[in-house]
């Protein structure tokens, strides 16, 4: 099969997906690119193009040659016996349709199939399947609500039911953030819950082709300037992310534990990245993420090399899953 990294997309975390196929290009060289433009179209792209693009977390990467529709490359990839390493995140990359598009077609693909994309991205659904397996999530709070469970808590947080890379993220301090709030929620989806104290952290899943399933070592993440939003995880150079955490055995071990059990509880395949925050009452789970960064900078990478583990085998393990569950399908 011909490995293909894809990578772009039409929501806002493509620019995150070009520093991840940068970092899965000098791994898997001898890979094609393409690019999945705003526009729907994909696009061929050769090394220099993407690897001269130096700034990817702040400027559009902009394809130079012609494009197909995006459902006329799937075909294409599909003749030609491509694999495709999927260097996406969010939107329609992330929430099980292009995941539909690829297994009706038979083009096998790294990362979860589409059922377990679109229940892991929507993080209320998330929340109840990751509770289902014993893990512990913060309570939701509905939009009707809000000034109530202000009063309550005193501190609560918004974001995006649907969205990642902390996009649209709303700390609510005091009466006028009730106002962004609403402001933000007319405009798509929220999840609104309590504001919970604690140290953030992230615990990487890996499925190897032996059929194991693993947690990898846990993250501690300490922002540059007190909230991991976008500008702390891509471009602050204040923000620590410590792997293996400053963790107690018996924190690290419940971050392992419940991060396993909120893969199985969606049927995650492959790889996944739990995020939590860990309170004075332990581990409080947030979300799951399918197809978590791959940047050179990015956590998931992190945890392989805790755990001992090279980034290009890691690809190629993932490469060999995912022919592996094609044929499974057909």
Same mark, same amino acid.
Not at 225 to 241: H, I, M, N, R, V
């Given at each position: 099969?011909?490995?293909?990294?894809?990578?772009?997309?039409?929501?806002?975390? @493509?620019?995150?997906?070009?520093?991840?196929?940068?970092?899965?290009? +000098?791994? #898997?060289?001898?890979?094609?690119?393409?690019?999945?433009?705003?526009?729907?179209?994909?696009?061929?792209?050769?090394?220099?193009?993407?690897?001269?693009?130096?700034?990817?977390?702040?400027?559009?990467?902009?394809?130079?040659? =012609?494009?197909? $529709?995006?459902?006329?490359?799937?075909?294409?990839?599909?003749?030609?016996?491509?694999?495709?390493?999927?260097?996406?995140?969010?939107?329609?990359?992330?929430?099980?349709?292009?995941?539909?598009?690829?297994?009706?077609? !038979?083009?096998?693909?790294?990362?979860?199939?589409?059922?377990?994309?679109?229940?892991?991205?929507?993080?209320?659904?998330?929340?109840?399947?990751?509770?289902?397996?014993?893990?512990?999530? &913060?309570?939701?709070?509905?939009?009707?609500?809000?000034?109530?469970?202000?009063?309550?808590?005193?501190?609560?947080?918004?974001?995006?039911?649907?969205?990642?890379?902390? /996009?649209? #993220?709303?700390?609510?301090?005091?009466?006028?953030?009730?106002?962004?709030?609403?402001?933000?929620?007319?405009?798509?989806? /929220?999840?609104?819950? =309590?504001?919970?104290? !604690?140290?953030?952290?992230?615990?990487?899943?890996?499925?190897?082709?032996?059929?194991?399933?693993?947690?990898?070592? =846990?993250?501690?993440?300490?922002?540059?300037? !007190?909230?991991?939003? /976008?500008?702390?995880?891509?471009?602050?150079?204040?923000?620590?992310?410590?792997?293996?955490?400053?963790?107690?055995?018996?924190?690290?071990?419940?971050?392992?534990?419940?991060?396993? +059990?909120?893969? @199985?509880?969606?049927?995650?395949?492959?790889?996944?990245?739990?995020?939590?925050?860990?309170?004075?009452?332990?581990?409080?789970?947030?979300?799951?993420?399918?197809? $978590?960064? #791959?940047?050179?900078?990015?956590? /998931? &990478?992190?945890?392989?090399?805790?755990?001992?583990?090279?980034?290009?085998?890691?690809? @190629?393990?993932?490469?060999?899953?995912?022919?592996?569950?094609?044929?499974?399908?057909?």
């Amino acid at each position: 099969m011909r490995i293909t990294i894809l990578f772009g997309g039409t929501n806002k975390e @493509r620019l995150v997906s070009v520093a991840s196929a940068q970092a899965l290009h +000098r791994a #898997l060289p001898e890979a094609d690119l393409w690019f999945w433009d705003v526009a729907d179209t994909v696009h061929g792209v050769v090394s220099q193009k993407l690897l001269g693009h130096t700034r990817p977390f702040e400027d559009e990467f902009k394809p130079d040659s =012609p494009g197909l $529709p995006l459902v006329a490359a799937l075909d294409k990839a599909s003749v030609e016996d491509r694999v495709l390493v999927l260097g996406l995140h969010g939107g329609r990359a992330e929430n099980g349709e292009l995941q539909a598009m690829c297994e009706l077609r !038979g083009v096998p693909f790294t990362g979860s199939g589409s059922a377990s994309s679109n229940l892991a991205f929507d993080k209320m659904a998330a929340k109840r399947f990751a509770a289902y397996a014993g893990v512990t999530a &913060p309570a939701g709070i509905a939009l009707e609500d809000l000034d109530a469970a202000f009063a309550e808590y005193g501190r609560l947080v918004a974001k995006p039911a649907r969205d990642g890379s902390s /996009y649209g #993220l709303i700390f609510v301090n005091a009466k006028q953030d009730l106002v962004a709030v609403r402001n933000a929620a007319r405009a798509e989806e /929220y999840v609104i819950e =309590p504001f919970v104290a !604690g140290v953030e952290a992230t615990c990487g899943v890996l499925e190897r082709p032996d059929g194991s399933v693993l947690a990898l070592p =846990p993250i501690e993440i300490v922002p540059g300037e !007190g909230t991991f939003d /976008y500008t702390a995880k891509y471009l602050l150079k204040s923000t620590q992310e410590i792997c293996p955490g400053r963790f107690a055995p018996e924190i690290s071990a419940a971050l392992m534990d419940q991060s396993l +059990r909120a893969h @199985r509880a969606l049927s995650c395949s492959g790889y996944s990245r739990s995020d939590f925050i860990v309170s004075a009452k332990g581990p409080i789970y947030l979300e799951t993420n399918t197809l $978590p960064g #791959l940047t050179a900078a990015s956590l /998931y &990478p992190k945890a392989l090399n805790a755990q001992g583990i090279e980034f290009v085998d890691f690809l @190629r393990e993932q490469v060999t899953l995912a022919e592996r569950r094609s044929r499974a399908r057909f």
